[in-house]
T-cell receptor, first 112, second 112 residues
Framework: KAGVTQTPRYLIKTRGQQVTLSCSPI?????VSWYQQTPGQGLQFLFE???????NKGNFPGRFSGRQFSNSRSEMNVSTLELGDSALYLC???????????FGPGTRLTVT | QQQVKQSPQSLIVQKGGISIINCAYE??????FPWYQQFPGKGPALLIA?????SEKKEGRFTISFNKSAKQFSLHIMDSQPGDSATYFC???????????FGTGTRLQVTL
């Protein structure tokens, strides 16, 4: 079974721009969660989508949004990028959302 | 509010030795405790997980010990190998929810 895939793997954007990241979960998994990983704040939960609905949300500003498609693929969007948004963005897939979550390799976003 | 405290921040162990990483949690609603292993440039990989109805779980060289009354759990890596050199994260969640709350990570180095 193929693992979680994320595209692109690396991205450089300028402050004020917006960015869209993509995640394809493991086949059959219906839950996709997004996390931000930074040296200072560690791994922080952004949000979770299940069957195209946002089911859980972390403490991030509204500039961070996401969506999930009928094939369970998910996208995450960050608008009006700030320097502090530079991070590794990780997507995790799960059968139901609870218990085992499997992470992708992440998208390294650099904001200049 | 940091809900999962992890120690030590870094650990150096000789090949063949035992690596021990500790975590403590605050939220008594947590009922699922996974450990993740992350290599540089990769996403976290699920290593082993435990639920509070057992006090210990072993998979190969990896063992989780769980103390519900103390709200603590730990990862033991027996016969540590250089290939185990990575960053280890403990996490906690409510099994009914997808949000993983992570510890701050432990960078393990296994020397020859």
């Amino acid at each position: 079974k193929a693992g979680v895939t994320q595209t692109p793997r690396y991205l450089i954007k300028t402050r004020g721009q917006q960015v869209t990241l993509s995640c394809s979960p493991i086949s059959g998994h219906r839950s996709v969660s997004w996390y931000q990983q930074t040296p200072g704040q560690g791994l922080q939960f952004l949000f979770e989508y299940f069957s195209e609905t946002q089911r859980n949300k972390g403490n991030f500003p509204g500039r961070f949004s996401g969506r999930q498609f009928s094939n369970s693929r998910s996208e995450m969007n960050v608008s009006t990028l700030e320097l502090g948004d530079s991070a590794l963005y990780l997507c995790a897939s799960s059968l139901t959302g609870a218990a085992e979550q499997y992470f992708g390799p992440g998208t390294r976003l650099t904001v200049t | 509010q940091q809900q999962v405290k992890q120690s030590p921040q870094s650990l150096i162990v000789q090949k063949g030795g035992i690596s021990i990483i500790n975590c403590a949690y605050e939220n008594t609603a947590f009922d699922y405790f996974p450990w993740y292993q992350q290599f540089p440039g990769k996403g976290p990989a699920l290593l082993i997980a435990i639920r509070p109805d057992v006090s210990e779980k072993k998979e190969g060289r990896f063992t989780i010990s769980f103390n519900k009354s103390a709200k603590q759990f730990s990862l033991h890596i027996m016969d540590s190998q250089p290939g185990d050199s990575a960053t280890y994260f403990c996490a906690a969640s409510m099994e009914t929810a997808s949000k993983l709350t992570f510890g701050t990570g432990t960078r393990l180095q296994v020397t020859l």
